[in-house]
Structures are given as C-alpha cells and as structure tokens.
C-alpha cells in the first residue's frame, strides 16, 4: 500500500509509524517536517497529504500534529477526504468500517508508540466500508459538491 505520512513537526510518534509502515511492507512517502527536517505550518502538511489521496498517488494518508484536531479539519478541506481523528484502534476501525475514512489524523501529544502502532493497524485492517453505510458516504460526497 502506499500512504502519504506528514507531520507539522519531527514529533517521535511520525517517526515511529512510519518505520513501523515500512517495516510492514508499505511504501511511504513522508511530509512536511518529516521530510524537511523542520517545522511546517500544520495546514500545508494535511494538505499535502490530503492531496496525494485525493489524486490517486497515494491509497491512505496519515497526518500528524499535537493534537491532531488541525490537520484534520485541514485535510478535510481538499475535495474526496475524509479524514478522521481516531484515539485509539476502535475508533480508527470505525471511522474506515463506517465513515471510509481515507486520511487517519492522530495526536502526537496523546498517542503513545505502541498505540500508535494499534490505531494505524485497526485503520488498515479494513478494505472496504460496511455496505450498510454506502448511502451515508454517498450523501456526504453529495453534499461536498453541493458546496462547490
């Protein structure tokens, strides 16, 4: 799989997942100050994420700042995203189960290594969305061009 990672800063917890995601086999492309080495506006880091999902060059997206909320609303603003603030593993096996969520944000001031690890391996656990939720995530596509 490939997954866009991006954090605001060079925060442990991004360091950690995206070794982890490599190690697994995935191909990761990383983002904002884990590529710059700095820091970077939370905005443009979800956005650059969000927008290689959003085009196709990448299949999931991980955005990361201290609480994870800013990058989430950010990445939430580039048309085909559903980013999903997710705590913990059950709530990031919802937000893919039920809401398809394409871009998982986390909180580096919250989000331990090893839940970490949980929260993004519940995330790519699952393949496709509940069939029973289709309808709901087809409205909320609609009501996204509805606004543009």
Known sequence: MRIAVGSDDVYH???VIVEYLRSRGHE???LGALRSG???PWPDVA???AEKVANGLADYGIVICYTGTGV???ANKVKGIRA???PDAETARGARRWNDANVLALSARLTSDEVAKEVVDAFLSVD???ESELENIQ???RMEEAKA
Do not use: F, G, N, Y
């Open 13 to 15: 917890v991004a360091k």
């Open 28 to 30: 990761v492309e990383e």
């Open 38 to 40: 700095r820091l970077e």
């Open 47 to 49: 956005w650059q994420v």
């Open 72 to 74: 989430s609303i950010a």
């Open 84 to 86: 999903a603030l997710c």
């Open 128 to 130: 496709k969305p509940d």
């Open 139 to 141: 409205k909320i596509a």
